[in-house]
């Protein structure tokens, strides 16, 4: 009797051991039968094979499950498989740490759609309150400044927000290399798993070959020699060890497809992870497009935004230029007519000054008619009759001078219709050479034929006089005006050929350039003379308003008088 032990390697973080006593035949404390061997089998989720000296039964202690082979007088050979165990531990190790890293993975894109879902709305809110801030259009400095100070921290905000979240997606993106790299090695270390049950199940079977060419020669040999009772030991224990063989083969094919087993889990684990990262690396790029595609309409709105900015910039510039040269414009009239209306204000106080020294004169000659008896009385009455002359002759100046007014108002009312006129007549002339010029380019252009070619260039050489002397006119027309006249242009010489020159259609629009010019300016004189007019009338109406003043004088000073010759008579 004799004693063994045995050791083996679980899988699930355990460790088999066997030990037992030889009893001859019967059942092992570890659930086995032994017939000068036994099989241990524990409670738990591990595989171990154990080898020992001696007859026994193993038992498992912990979570696996141990088999003991021991053979009796003589040492058990056992097949270790513990390198293929410490593979499975590393893979389901591996698998473990594949399904950490695919949660935390998954963490950080809920956290992205989170926060992409944030940016969405602080970019819909930006949005809004630009549309507002656009149709209020504010009136004033500071609130523009304020929105574009706005703007401008909205913006880093969002820069700030996008820096992050590119820094959370590259996080991402490198977390996703390492599970690839650990998916990699997994699908290694599974081939080389798969090559090591090849070579364990080539080994069982060229094993039970052995086995099988043993026996038969046993049996050969025994048939042919006399029992005794070596071969008879010798039969038995090769009996024995065949069985023993055997037993260990069944356990092996066992261990072999419990194996198999797992790795087909391995393999659906390794799939259900490939799809995951499949679905995770479409998510991060549609999660990616998608925020490209946004920053491209923000940066769309901002370039928008900004140049309805500088758009209202300049004509608010516009708008105070256009402003500031009419208020010169107003200030120059305005000291123009303050300027008249001063000097008309002095003609007035010298006429009144006259009137009041006429009528202190009149006042003592009055005096002195009361003291002095007829001659004075004649005296007085000549002087009366002189004051009259001069308040005739005062209204009569000032009827020439209204008369003067007048017709200087209908010469400048005349000459301003027959400007007018001229420049419509010019105008249209302008318009119908144009238009034939643009009919003979156009029927140039189309190749006509030589006769058509000649009358054409007769009928444009006739054109371009005519055009020249209508320049000339209003260049003429210009020289005379108080206004500085463009340069006329020179004639231009036709050429020979049938083509039309460039200088010819340069010199052209140099002429009809020139005439707008011209009719340009003749309108500002129109306008200038109209200005004129209307402040002639003025003066006229306020020359009328000082003759009717000084006639009413003049009629009081006549009821005076008569009241005085009538108190001395």
Not at 97 to 115: G, T, Y
Not at 170 to 198: N, S, T
Not at 222 to 250: C, K, T, V, W
Not at 336 to 354: F, I, K
Request: proline share 2%; charged share 30%; aromatic share 2%.
């Amino acid at each position: 009797m004799g004693t063994g032990t045995g050791s083996g390697i679980g899988i699930e973080n355990g460790t088999g051991t066997g030990s037992g006593i030889e009893t001859g035949s019967g059942i092992g404390t570890g659930s086995g039968i032994g017939t000068g061997s036994g099989i241990g089998i524990g409670t738990g989720n591990g595989i171990g094979i154990g080898s020992g000296t001696g007859n026994g039964t193993g038992t498992g202690t912990g979570n696996e499950i141990v088999i003991g082979i021991w053979i009796r007088n003589g040492i058990g050979n056992g097949i270790g498989i513990g390198r293929a165990m410490a593979s499975l531990l590393s893979l389901q190790e591996e698998n473990r740490i594949l399904q950490q890293e695919l949660s935390r993975v998954e963490d950080l894109l809920a956290q992205s759609r989170a926060e992409r879902d944030e940016l969405a709305i602080k970019y819909n809110a930006l949005s809004e309150r630009l549309e507002q801030s656009l149709r209020l259009e504010p009136e004033e400095a500071a609130e523009s400044r304020s929105l574009a100070q706005h703007n401008i921290e909205l913006r880093r905000l969002l820069e700030e927000e996008q820096a992050a979240y590119k820094r959370k997606l590259q996080a991402y993106q490198e977390g996703q290399q390492r599970q690839a790299q650990l998916v990699q090695k997994l699908q290694a270390k599974v081939l080389q798993y798969k090559k090591k049950c090849g070579e364990v199940e080539q080994q069982l079977l060229e094993k039970a070959t052995e086995l099988e060419q043993e026996r038969l020669t046993i049996q050969l040999d025994a048939s042919g020699s006399q029992p005794d009772e070596e071969s008879s030991n010798e039969l038995e224990n090769a009996l024995i060890r065949l069985e023993e063989e055997q037993q260990r083969s069944s356990s092996l094919v066992q261990v072999n497809s419990m194996l198999r087993e797992q790795l087909e889990q391995a393999n659906v684990a390794n799939a259900a992870l490939s799809e995951d990262i499949r679905k995770l690396t479409a998510d991060w790029a549609r999660a990616r497009d998608e925020l490209e595609q946004r920053e491209a309409e923000w940066r769309r709105e901002e370039e928008s935004f900004n140049t309805y900015f500088s758009n209202e910039h300049s004509r608010l510039l516009t708008l105070w230029r256009q402003l500031v040269a009419f208020r010169r414009h107003f200030g120059e009239m305005k000291a123009t007519t303050e300027r008249d209306l001063a000097e008309l204000g002095h003609e007035v106080s010298r006429t009144g000054r006259a009137a009041h020294a006429a009528c202190l004169h009149l006042a003592a000659n009055l005096r002195l008619a009361e003291s002095q008896a007829g001659a004075a009385r004649e005296r007085q009455e000549l002087r009366l009759e002189q004051l009259q002359e001069q308040l005739a002759a005062r209204a009569r100046d000032a009827e020439l001078e209204k008369a003067t007014l007048a017709a200087r108002l209908e010469e400048l009312t005349v000459a301003l219709e027959r400007r007018r006129s001229e420049d419509e007549e010019k105008e249209r002339a302008v318009e119908a050479l144009t238009l034939q010029l643009r009919e003979l380019e156009a029927a140039r252009a189309r190749e006509p034929t030589p006769e058509q070619v000649q009358a054409l260039r007769s009928e444009l050489e006739l054109l371009r006089r005519t055009l020249h002397e209508v320049t000339q006119a209003v260049l003429a027309d210009d020289l005379e005006a108080p206004t500085p006249a463009v340069s006329p242009p020179c004639p231009p010489v036709s050429p020979p050929c049938p083509a039309v020159s460039p200088l010819r259609s340069l010199s052209a629009s140099a002429a009809a350039a020139a005439v707008h010019a011209a009719l340009s300016q003749r309108q500002l004189q129109l306008q200038e003379a109209r200005s004129q007019v209307e402040a002639g009338r003025e003066v006229a109406g306020s020359l009328r308003r000082e003759l009717g003043m000084l006639e009413q004088r003049l009629e009081q000073l006549g009821a005076e008088a008569g009241s005085c010759r009538r108190a001395q008579e």
